[in-house]
T-cell receptor, first 113, second 112 residues
Framework: KAGVTQTPRYLIKTRGQQVTLSCSPI?????VSWYQQTPGQGLQFLFE???????NKGNFPGRFSGRQFSNSRSEMNVSTLELGDSALYLC????????????FGSGTQLSVL | DQQVKQNSPSLSVQEGRISILNCDYT??????FLWYKKYPAEGPTFLIS?????DKNEDGRFTVFLNKSAKHLSLHIVPSQPGDSAVYFC???????????FGQGTELSVKP
């Protein structure tokens, strides 16, 4: 099976712009989670989608949003980018919403200038 | 509010010796704990896990210990190898919603 695929791998944006990141989960996995990784903060949970519905949400401002499609693919959107949004954004999938293991993609490295 | 904490940002050990990575948590609603390993420019990969009803789980060179009364878990790597050099994240599953909460990570360096 192919792993979790995230596109693009790298992005450079300027403050105030918006960005959309894409994630294709492992075939058969219906749950997709998004995390932000910054130095010193570890992996901060953004949200989780299961069967096109947001199941869990982290403590991020409303500028961060996401959605999931009927084929389980997911997108994450960040509007009005700020310098502090520069980070590695990781997508992870698991078969079920309460599955024990997450399988991660390689991430999208976002730089906001 | 950091519910899962890894207080050591880095750890350096000699090849062949034991590496011990520590993790503390505050939420009693966690029912499953996991360790992930991350190399630069790659996503984290699952290493080993333990259910909250157990106190030890072993897989080859890797052993995870859980002390529920202290809300503490640790990962032991014996013997350590240079290829083990990576960032290690501990994670805990919330039994209410199922989300995985991660710690800040510990960068392990194994020197030949």
């Amino acid at each position: 099976k192919a792993g979790v695929t995230q596109t693009p791998r790298y992005l450079i944006k300027t403050r105030g712009q918006q960005v959309t990141l894409s994630c294709s989960p492992i075939s058969g996995h219906r749950s997709v989670s998004w995390y932000q990784q910054t130095p010193g903060q570890g992996l901060q949970f953004l949200f989780e989608y299961f069967s096109e519905t947001q199941r869990n949400k982290g403590n991020f401002p409303g500028r961060f949003s996401g959605r999931q499609f009927s084929n389980s693919r997911s997108e994450m959107n960040v509007s009005t980018l700020e310098l502090g949004d520069s980070a590695l954004y990781l997508c992870a999938s698991r078969e079920q919403a309460f599955g024990e293991k997450l399988f991660f993609g390689s991430g999208t490295q976002l730089s906001v200038l | 509010d950091q519910q899962v904490k890894q207080n050591s940002p880095s750890l350096s050990v000699q090849e062949g010796r034991i590496s011990i990575l520590n993790c503390d948590y505050t939420n009693s609603m966690f029912d499953y704990f996991l360790w992930y390993k991350k190399y630069p420019a790659e996503g984290p990969t699952f290493l080993i896990s333990i259910s909250s009803i157990k106190d030890k789980n072993e897989d080859g060179r890797f052993t995870v210990f859980l002390n529920k009364s202290a809300k503490h878990l640790s990962l032991h790597i014996v013997p350590s190898q240079p290829g083990d050099s990576a960032v290690y994240f501990c994670a805990a599953r919330d039994n209410q919603g199922g989300k995985l909460i991660f710690g800040q990570g510990t960068e392990l360096s194994v020197k030949p």
